[in-house]
């Protein structure tokens, strides 16, 4: 392998250390972080990451409390239950997991959270703030990639970064805080013609397209950084990322992997925020 290896895994594992000492400073103070997850019907993927959260807040030293949902409670059921968290003093962090079933309007319910307690950082009131720079919650995924970058010494200021994927949660708040660290930004999609000869162009290269391996060498330029935010399955039913990780280790200086790079940062960074609620409560 020519370049470095960015472990979600090794950079979460430090970031946790330091969010379970403010934790610990924090219940000096008699107050305990807590984290409520809504899960709303079967989906296996949600229950997984839903009980990784769960796991993970509990290993910090933080409150969990995890509320299941049936694929067939009513939208107005489900605003009444995020309601009731808003008024829980002992919530800090209110996250709904996605997707929710059709029938449910998601931007219904991610509006009814209180934008105090929205450590996904979805609401558009925060994602209003995070767009003139102002403090609040970053959403996780592309907070992570930030912090990724930052504590592996790459060099953002000044650098061209490729977004490829324009969704809300991942390639435009992605862009943004690039953005905000002074990099000259691109964003591609699926309707970019010619894509590689934007993202040859990319001295860092962010990849949230859900196309399994579809960035190849031929897309990368000589000593970028790639990161990647896919998660697909391969032929042969394997995680794997939106870059062909084989292939594209050889030209990058630095790459992230799939599993074990972006994916453990997404729930670091939730209990991150988490932690900024009830500090932000405590000085109340
Ligand atoms: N309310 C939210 N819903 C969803 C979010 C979110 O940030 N907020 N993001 C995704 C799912 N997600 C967290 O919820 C998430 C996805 C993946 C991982 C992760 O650690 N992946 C591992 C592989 C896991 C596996 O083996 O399947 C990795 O990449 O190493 C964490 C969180 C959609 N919904």
Same mark, same amino acid.
Not at 31 to 56: C, F, H, M, R, W
Not at 193 to 212: E, M, N, Y
């Given at each position: 392998m020519a370049g470095q290896l960015i472990s979600g895994v090794a950079i979460g594992k430090e970031l946790r250390e330091e969010i379970k000492q403010g934790v610990g400073k924090l219940a000096a103070s008699g107050i305990t972080p807590g984290l409520a997850v809504i899960l709303v019907g079967d989906n296996s993927a949600s229950q997984t990451y839903v009980k990784n959260k769960e796991k993970s807040s509990v290993e910090v030293g933080m409150k969990s409390e995890v509320i299941k949902l049936p694929e067939t409670i009513t939208e107005k059921e489900l605003l009444d239950k995020v309601d009731e968290l808003n008024n829980?003093?002992?919530?800090?962090g209110i996250l709904v997991q996605l997707p929710? +079933?059709?029938?449910?309007n998601e931007d219904l319910v991610i509006q009814m959270i209180d934008p105090e307690k929205d450590v996904d950082g979805f609401h558009p009131q925060n994602v209003g703030k995070m767009m003139i720079g102002q403090e609040t919650y970053l959403p996780c995924t592309p907070h992570g990639i930030l912090e990724m970058l930052q504590r592996t010494g790459v060099e953002i200021a000044g650098k061209h970064v490729v977004v490829i994927g324009r969704s809300n949660i991942v390639g435009k708040p992605m862009g943004q805080l690039l953005l905000q660290k002074d990099a000259t930004v691109t964003y591609c999609h699926? #309707? =970019?013609?010619?894509l590689a000869s934007f993202t040859k162009q990319a001295d860092i290269l962010i990849v949230a397209i $859900? #196309?399994?391996?579809?960035? =190849?060498?031929?897309h990368v330029k000589e000593g970028a950084v790639v990161i990647d935010v896919g998660m697909n399955r391969d032929e042969n039913g394997k995680l794997c990322g939106d870059v062909d990780f084989e292939k594209v280790k050889e030209v990058a200086s630095a790459i992230t992997p @799939? +599993?074990? $790079? @972006?994916g453990p940062m997404t729930i670091t960074m939730l209990l991150k925020n988490t932690l900024q609620s009830a500090i932000k409560k405590a000085k109340q």
């Amino acid at each position: 392998m020519a370049g470095q290896l960015i472990s979600g895994v090794a950079i979460g594992k430090e970031l946790r250390e330091e969010i379970k000492q403010g934790v610990g400073k924090l219940a000096a103070s008699g107050i305990t972080p807590g984290l409520a997850v809504i899960l709303v019907g079967d989906n296996s993927a949600s229950q997984t990451y839903v009980k990784n959260k769960e796991k993970s807040s509990v290993e910090v030293g933080m409150k969990s409390e995890v509320i299941k949902l049936p694929e067939t409670i009513t939208e107005k059921e489900l605003l009444d239950k995020v309601d009731e968290l808003n008024n829980d003093e002992s919530i800090h962090g209110i996250l709904v997991q996605l997707p929710l +079933p059709e029938h449910i309007n998601e931007d219904l319910v991610i509006q009814m959270i209180d934008p105090e307690k929205d450590v996904d950082g979805f609401h558009p009131q925060n994602v209003g703030k995070m767009m003139i720079g102002q403090e609040t919650y970053l959403p996780c995924t592309p907070h992570g990639i930030l912090e990724m970058l930052q504590r592996t010494g790459v060099e953002i200021a000044g650098k061209h970064v490729v977004v490829i994927g324009r969704s809300n949660i991942v390639g435009k708040p992605m862009g943004q805080l690039l953005l905000q660290k002074d990099a000259t930004v691109t964003y591609c999609h699926s #309707r =970019t013609k010619d894509l590689a000869s934007f993202t040859k162009q990319a001295d860092i290269l962010i990849v949230a397209i $859900g #196309r399994a391996k579809f960035v =190849t060498d031929e897309h990368v330029k000589e000593g970028a950084v790639v990161i990647d935010v896919g998660m697909n399955r391969d032929e042969n039913g394997k995680l794997c990322g939106d870059v062909d990780f084989e292939k594209v280790k050889e030209v990058a200086s630095a790459i992230t992997p @799939v +599993p074990g $790079g @972006v994916g453990p940062m997404t729930i670091t960074m939730l209990l991150k925020n988490t932690l900024q609620s009830a500090i932000k409560k405590a000085k109340q």
